[in-house]
């Protein structure tokens, strides 16, 4: 048995880290536009209401779609952020541009850049400081799938060197783990081709995560994120006719929308879960061995 475990979200709890990468990116564009500094949470706010009045329009984009809703997790989110005003300072709307040109004299491209930038600042502060963000479950589960013969396949954006160095805090590093890091699940083709999942449209051409998931042909994945981690497996398994689990790891981010469908749906050879507790794999393994 394989599993394909996502990282983000799923081992680690985000909370504390989105929180920085947030802070990181409204503390500079106060700091490079001090004119207009009080305006920085005026400006959130109003990308906020608005991503919550369209949630199908905003999140993370690329090839010019929507490649994970906004609303799907906190990082997720800020991708909304920056994407939205981005395409505010393309329009002249509501200053943005000023904020964009500020950008630009400090050699910062575009908001997504900047928000690169502060992603990055989290992932050397959490390694400089040592801050260990898993979840305190993960030793005892990773254990356990492992004691049961299972798998165990991180696959995740993040790099494998950040996900090793926070393995090590935890003293998991010797665990027999295989991580894929960098997977780029994001990254959509030039096929747009999409699933239906309540009101949203979800992109599965993810050629990326379609190489991993024809070479790792797993039995069962996790992920926090419905649009990055499951429609694929989902779309492939469907294709394939072969059996697999699906989990969805349940957090106080997580959307409705992702939940209810994931409760509500029947597909045959495929089992959806929706799991408040990491836990709940063991006993999947236990059952399946
Ligand atoms: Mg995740």
Redesign the pocket.
């Known amino acids: 048995m394989k599993i394909l475990c996502?990282?983000?979200?799923?081992l680690t709890n985000q909370v504390e880290e989105a929180l920085q990468v947030q802070t990181a990116f409204l503390q500079t564009l106060a700091a490079i536009h001090p004119e207009q500094a009080q305006g920085v949470e005026t400006l959130y706010k109003r990308v906020l209401q608005v991503m919550n009045e369209n949630p199908w329009r905003h999140g993370w984009v690329r090839n010019g779609r929507v490649s994970a809703f906004a609303n799907e997790?906190l990082f997720i989110r800020m991708n909304g952020v920056a994407s939205c005003l981005d395409q505010w300072a393309y329009e002249g709307l509501y200053k943005a541009d000023a904020w964009k040109k500020a950008l630009m004299k400090n050699e910062i491209g575009s908001f997504v850049e900047l928000l690169d930038l502060s992603f990055q600042k989290m992932v050397e502060t959490t390694q400089a400081e040592q801050r260990n963000p898993l979840d305190p479950e993960v030793t005892k589960v990773l254990k356990g799938l492992l004691s049961h013969e299972v798998e165990v396949v991180i696959v995740s954006n993040s790099s494998t060197s950040r996900i090793e160095g926070i393995l090590k805090m935890a003293e998991l590093e010797k665990l027999p783990i295989r991580i894929r890091g960098n997977a780029k699940k994001y990254e959509l083709g030039n096929e747009p081709k999409t699933m239906e999942v309540g009101s949203y449209f979800v992109e599965v051409d993810r050629p990326f995560y379609q190489k991993i998931l024809d070479e790792e042909k797993p039995q069962a994945v996790i992920?926090?994120?419905f649009s990055l981690?499951l429609a694929l497996p989902l779309t492939l398994a469907q294709q394939s006719g072969e059996e697999i689990d699906l989990f969805l790891r349940k957090r106080e981010y997580t959307p409705q929308w992702s939940q209810d469908w994931m409760e509500n749906s029947y597909f045959s050879g495929c089992r959806l879960h929706v799991i408040d507790e990491l836990s709940v794999l063991v006993q999947w393994a236990q059952g399946a061995s």
Do not use: I, K, S, T
């Not at 996502?6 to 799923?10: A, I, L, P, T």
């Open positions: 996502d990282f983000d979200g799923v997790d992920g926090d994120v981690d």
